[in-house]
């Protein structure tokens, strides 16, 4: 009896569906601006790189994760031949110092990053409420970055930008821009004798996590080809990641300018 429970058990769990990659809820103050956005902002392309046959032998031979995206499109660029006489043939090729592998440890979101614009109304004069919309005010870039300096910053950019987009879903990009005139329909009431104050600000993830370094080697053994990474080292690293096209907004109804 206890045999056959444990059975139906693995076969339960084995037959669950997994749990998708998680994707971040955005509140109701965030609102996509991608439509009427009047600057165009490129998309961030960056798929994950297939390696090909002798990239995947190699790296399955590796004595360390390896998922750096440059590291990989190297490898795929290489060829190493073959040879009946190779009996006895023995080589190393050193390939540098690489950023091998980004390992996140926290990934959490600020939806209020960067202030962008102020739209503003004075109604201290008036009888019957107004309306107050979103207009940009000015062309403005957000930028992110990493939190501190590290060697191979773009490669280790590449590694965390594509773990946060997954961790996400959420259009990231370490630049972004909001053009000037970008508007939204959506209003506000700012109510007699009161001052309406409409801010928009432009949100971004915050990653965390660590970074794995070390020398590689590709060693070759007769007809074996294999990496070997030495001297592995680690280094914490964060860093902010602007969210394309989508803006925070908060509305002050105010008594005094502010």
Same mark, same amino acid.
């Given at each position: 009896?206890?045999?056959?429970?444990?059975?139906?058990?693995?076969?339960?769990?084995?037959?669950?569906?997994?749990?998708? /990659?998680? #994707?971040?809820?955005?509140?109701?103050?965030?609102?996509?601006?991608?439509? /009427?956005?009047?600057?165009?902002?490129?998309?961030?392309?960056?798929?994950? &790189?297939?390696?090909?046959?002798?990239?995947?032998? &190699?790296?399955?031979?590796?004595?360390? @994760?390896?998922?750096?995206? /440059?590291?990989?499109?190297?490898?795929?660029?290489?060829?190493?031949?073959? #040879?009946?006489?190779?009996?006895?043939? /023995?080589?190393?090729?050193? &390939?540098?110092?690489?950023?091998?592998?980004?390992?996140?440890?926290?990934?959490?979101?600020?939806?209020?990053?960067?202030?962008?614009? #102020?739209?503003?109304?004075?109604?201290?004069? *008036? @009888?019957?409420?107004?309306?107050?919309?979103?207009?940009?005010?000015?062309?403005?870039?957000?930028? *992110?970055?990493?939190?501190?300096?590290?060697?191979?910053?773009?490669?280790?950019?590449?590694?965390?930008?594509?773990?946060?987009?997954?961790?996400?879903? &959420?259009?990231?990009?370490?630049?972004?821009?909001?053009?000037?005139?970008?508007?939204?329909?959506?209003?506000?009431?700012?109510?007699?004798? @009161?001052?309406?104050?409409?801010?928009?600000?432009?949100?971004?993830?915050?990653?965390?996590?660590?970074? #794995?370094?070390?020398?590689?080697?590709?060693?070759?053994? *007769? @007809?074996?080809?294999?990496?070997?990474?030495?001297?592995?080292?680690?280094?914490?690293?964060?860093?902010?990641?602007?969210?394309?096209?989508?803006?925070?907004?908060?509305?002050?109804?105010?008594?005094?300018?502010?």
């Amino acid at each position: 009896m206890k045999r056959w429970f444990a059975l139906s058990m693995i076969l339960i769990f084995a037959c669950m569906p997994t749990i998708s /990659e998680a #994707t971040v809820k955005l509140p109701s103050s965030v609102i996509d601006i991608s439509k /009427e956005n009047t600057y165009p902002n490129p998309t961030q392309n960056l798929p994950y &790189l297939q390696p090909s046959e002798l990239a995947k032998q &190699l790296l399955q031979s590796a004595n360390v @994760k390896i998922e750096n995206p /440059e590291l990989i499109r190297l490898l795929n660029e290489s060829s190493i031949s073959s #040879t009946p006489f190779a009996i006895g043939y /023995e080589a190393t090729i050193y &390939l540098g110092q690489w950023p091998l592998n980004y390992e996140s440890i926290e990934t959490s979101t600020n939806w209020e990053y960067q202030k962008v614009n #102020t739209n503003f109304i004075d109604n201290r004069g *008036g @009888k019957t409420a107004v309306r107050l919309t979103y207009r940009q005010e000015i062309q403005k870039q957000v930028r *992110g970055g990493l939190t501190a300096s590290i060697p191979n910053e773009e490669d280790v950019k590449k590694m965390m930008l594509l773990t946060a987009m997954k961790k996400t879903n &959420l259009p990231l990009s370490f630049s972004t821009w909001i053009g000037i005139g970008t508007k939204k329909e959506q209003a506000y009431n700012v109510p007699p004798k @009161k001052l309406g104050y409409l801010y928009a600000y432009a949100p971004a993830v915050n990653e965390k996590g660590k970074v #794995t370094y070390g020398e590689v080697y590709i060693v070759l053994k *007769g @007809k074996k080809k294999s990496i070997v990474v030495k001297n592995v080292t680690s280094q914490g690293i964060g860093a902010w990641i602007p969210v394309q096209d989508r803006l925070s907004f908060a509305f002050v109804a105010s008594d005094v300018p502010r």
